[in-house]
């Protein structure tokens, strides 16, 4: 069973920084694709950057520029940076891991950009 882990989540002021974290069980290699996605109160769960197994990134266009993506296979984490937030960027951030067909998700961390 894949067990994913988020932490890193909290509450920053506007322009300020935060790095989430997402430790898998067992080895990351195995994923094809890792990502995170977030979910805005009363919106629905969008990608916000991914990473593939080649290390190719993709992003949101609301977070080019400001968010990075990256993979520490030997650490089984994932990573992400997060600057120069800004309160439209407040959501719980969710870990996605894909194998083949199957997709696991972490139970989120809850980030909120507030003066």
């Known amino acids: 069973q894949v067990q994913l882990v988020e932490s890193g989540g909290g509450l920053v002021q506007p322009g300020g920084s935060l790095r989430l974290s997402c430790a898998a069980s067992?080895?990351?290699?195995?994923?094809?694709?890792m990502g995170w996605y977030r979910q805005a109160p009363g919106k629905q769960r969008v990608l916000v950057a991914n990473?593939?197994?080649?290390?190719?990134?993709n992003y949101a266009d609301s977070v080019k520029g400001r968010f990075t993506i990256s993979r520490d296979n030997v650490k089984n984490t994932v990573y992400l940076q997060m600057n120069n937030l800004n309160p439209e960027d407040t959501a719980v951030y969710y870990c996605?891991?894909?194998?083949?067909?199957?997709?696991?998700w972490g139970s989120g961390t809850l980030v909120t950009v507030s003066s």
């Open positions: 996605q891991a894909q194998y083949y067909t199957m997709n696991y």
């Open positions: 067992g080895s990351i290699s195995r994923f094809h694709v």
């Open positions: 990473i593939v197994s080649s290390g190719t990134t």
